[in-house]
């Protein structure tokens, strides 16, 4: 079946610019990650939606970021007045439960 | 808090030689733990977990790991590596929740 997926697969922005990534997860999967992947780090968290409900946003780094999931599916993460230190590879994932979750091809994104 | 240790990042090893990723974790409770793999330019892919149960899991293309609860560890293994697992893996541990923590992950370098 298809799996997750996330585009653009790049984006280069310019320093004050805003960008939207999109995420198509997993049919059926009712939970939805977002986590951002600095070169030669692991990912790391930035927030949680169970369907519709973004259940914890403890991981944005700043209010620059914003995340939304309307109707349950598709989720949107964007960064306003992108900064240099936004680039990285942003990655999404589904889950349908608890036990595991699987991941798009992630977003890369350089500010220049 | 919990935390999660990858202390080799990077591991050359020949090809059909057995190989070990270590992984070490710190938390309180009880956990779940994964390894991912990661291709270039690709996201991460899910090759095994441990949710309860046998403490050794098996996973895709012939891993395998032992999660060793005194240890606090979940050391990953292959008894024969290929030039195809030339990938970064990365462990992750989450406090039988949604938030995963990632560590920093191993480059395994497969020589010919």
């Known amino acids: 079946g298809a799996g997750v997926s996330q585009s653009p697969r790049y984006k280069v922005a310019k320093r004050g610019q805003d960008v939207a990534l999109r995420c198509d997860p997993i049919?059926?999967?009712?939970?939805l990650f977002w986590y951002q992947q600095a070169l030669g780090q692991g990912p790391e968290f930035l927030t949680y939606?169970?369907?519709?409900?973004?259940?914890?946003k403890s991981g944005l780094p700043s209010d620059r970021f914003f995340a939304e999931r309307p109707e349950g599916s598709v989720s949107t993460l964007k960064i306003q007045r992108t900064q240099q230190e936004d680039s990285a590879v942003y990655l999404c994932?589904?889950?349908?439960?608890?036990?595991?979750?699987?991941f798009g091809p992630g977003t890369r994104l350089l500010v220049l | 808090a919990q935390s999660v240790t990858q202390l080799d990042s990077q591991v050359p090893v020949f090809e059909e030689a057995p190989v070990e990723l270590r992984c070490n974790y710190s938390?309180?409770?009880?956990?779940?733990l994964f390894w991912y793999v990661q291709y270039p330019n690709q996201g991460l892919q899910l090759l095994l977990k441990?949710?309860?149960?046998?403490?050794l899991v098996k996973g895709i293309n012939g891993f395998e790991a032992e999660f060793n609860k005194s240890q606090t560890s979940f050391h990953l293994r292959k008894p024969s590596v290929h030039i195809s697992d030339t990938a970064e893996y990365f462990c992750?541990?989450?406090?039988?929740?949604?938030?995963?923590?990632f560590g920093t992950g191993t480059r395994l370098k497969v020589l010919a």
């Open positions: 992750a541990v989450s406090e039988q929740s949604y938030k995963y923590i």
């Open positions: 441990y949710l309860s149960g046998s403490t």
């Open positions: 049919s059926g999967h009712v939970s």
């Open positions: 938390s309180s409770v009880s956990v779940y």
């Open positions: 939606f169970q369907n519709e409900a973004q259940l914890d």
């Open positions: 994932a589904s889950s349908l439960g608890g036990e595991a979750q699987y």
